[in-house]
């Protein structure tokens, strides 16, 4: 049984989106394309990917309407907590926002 996407709304108009198995499995192969990512503050190569998917808005005037976002995973540093965010459309989770 697939369970549904869950989805939460900020009060930024941002929101996060829970991964599937899918695309957890898509991180993690792209990880391990990589061999070792290293932190750059610690230089640790023990990660913590988060199973969310957030969309960072673009920061646009405000009279503008549209609506644009920078989807991305968050990855923590399990040694000093150092935050590294993924691309979710360069890692082919996520289509890109035509505009």
Request: contains cysteine; glycine residues 4%; proline residues 8%.
């Amino acid at each position: 049984m697939k369970m549904p996407e869950q989805e939460t709304h900020f009060s930024n108009g941002a929101r996060a989106i829970q991964m599937t198995d899918v695309q957890r499995k898509t991180v993690c192969a792209w990880l391990d394309d990589r061999k070792e990512v290293h932190c750059c503050c610690c230089q640790s190569t023990d990660w913590s990917i988060h199973e969310i998917i957030f969309e960072l808005p673009q920061h646009r005037p405000p009279a503008l309407i549209t609506r644009q976002v920078f989807p991305v995973i968050p990855m923590s540093c399990s040694r000093c907590g150092h935050v590294l965010l993924l691309s979710a459309v360069a890692l082919g989770i996520v289509r890109p926002n035509p505009g």
